[in-house]
């Protein structure tokens, strides 16, 4: 790290730790960079969710706005190990991609827990050769979510896994958090896995114990 560069990320953890106006001066000179960096990456991502015009730019300028506060609640996360606006866009290019992923979302209005158990053999990995065989192996899915989820773990299953729903914004229809859905979706494929193994239409893994290779019909929640 050059001395110049060291010296500017410096007064940048500096002033946005001050209070008054050292701090506000300091956060509107960062916005202008942050919110370039949102509308960017909005314009990068919006062929692909089919968003232009004024949802953009709101998404662009929400990104930015959020962006700015995450940053100054995680200034001792700063290593300087690099420039601090680059650190600071990392923020920015997370932020949009929610907020298009939520937004994409709520405006096709998908149901989260819709479900098409066709789709399931390329979540776990598996390719029949035919119809038939993928016709089988969804309905063996279907009846080990019946047979061996919670509630819970149905829910956050099919609206993830099968249907694709971004993690957080899942959280947001639910009420809750990222790393309490992750721990429900790891208990939920871990009981699958199992109860798919034990009937045969999964191959056992090296690491899978013989209790792992057990159907769990307990309906017990993560």
Known sequence: MDPETDRENRRWVRDLAAAGPVREAACRELYPLLLRVAKSEARRRAPVLELDGPELEDIAHQAAADALMAIGERLDRFRGEARF???????????????????????????????????????????????????????AVSTAVEENLSERQRIVFVATVLNGMPMDVLADEL???????YKVLFDARKKLRAALVASGYLPPTPQMTARDSTPLSDGSSA
Do not use: C
């Not at 009420?175 to 859905?181: C, D, E, Q, V």
């Open 85 to 139: 606006t680059t650190w600071a866009s990392k923020f920015v290019i997370f932020n949009v991609a929610t907020k298009m992923n939520r937004h994409f979302w709520r405006r096709h209005e998908v149901p989260y827990d819709q479900e098409d158990w066709s789709r399931i053999a390329s979540r776990f990995d598996v390719g029949p050769d035919d119809e038939a065989q993928v016709r089988e192996f969804a309905a």
């Open 175 to 181: 009420g809750s958090t990222h790393n309490a859905l």
